[in-house]
């Protein structure tokens, strides 16, 4: 399983880190996140404070991991794609916006990866006739 802040640590290295690496970074983000978890929970079973706001910290968590992804970019259509989708998401149904959003995105990949890299003139007609 892949974190949000795990890929968008490992999207950032370079091409040519190794393994042992990536797996030390996802390593240490797996352990920060179950320290965290654990931390947060006995602090907030034992918080007698009002924590109204604290629900904006996860969207605060996205902006930064997108403006990280933001300098790192080869291109912006992926940002581009994401917002969009969102928005058209939101106007066909409010209630189920980031469930349809996502399949767009996933829709929007897999139509950039076919434009990038046209399947094969044999891959093409294997769905073509029987008979030959």
Known sequence: MLTDETYSLITTEKKDA????????????????ILGSLIGGLLGA?????????DFVLTSLFAMLLCE???????????????????????????????????????????????????PKIARSAGGSCHE
């Not at 190794?18 to 996140?33: E, M, N, Q």
């Not at 034992?46 to 604290?54: K, P, R, V």
């Not at 790192?72 to 980031?98: E, H, Q």
Request: glycine share 4%; aromatic share 14%; hydrophobic share 60%.
């Open 18 to 33: 190794s393994i042992d690496r990536l797996v030390l970074i996802a390593l240490f983000d797996y352990s920060w996140w």
């Open 46 to 54: 034992a918080a007698t404070i009002e924590l109204a706001g604290f």
């Open 69 to 119: 992804q933001w300098r790192g970019r080869v291109n912006s259509k992926p940002l581009w794609v994401a917002l969009i989708g969102y928005a058209v998401a939101r106007f066909i149904s409010a209630d189920n916006a980031l469930a349809i959003a996502i399949s767009i995105c996933a829709l929007s990949a897999i139509l950039f990866a076919f434009q990038k890299h046209p399947l």
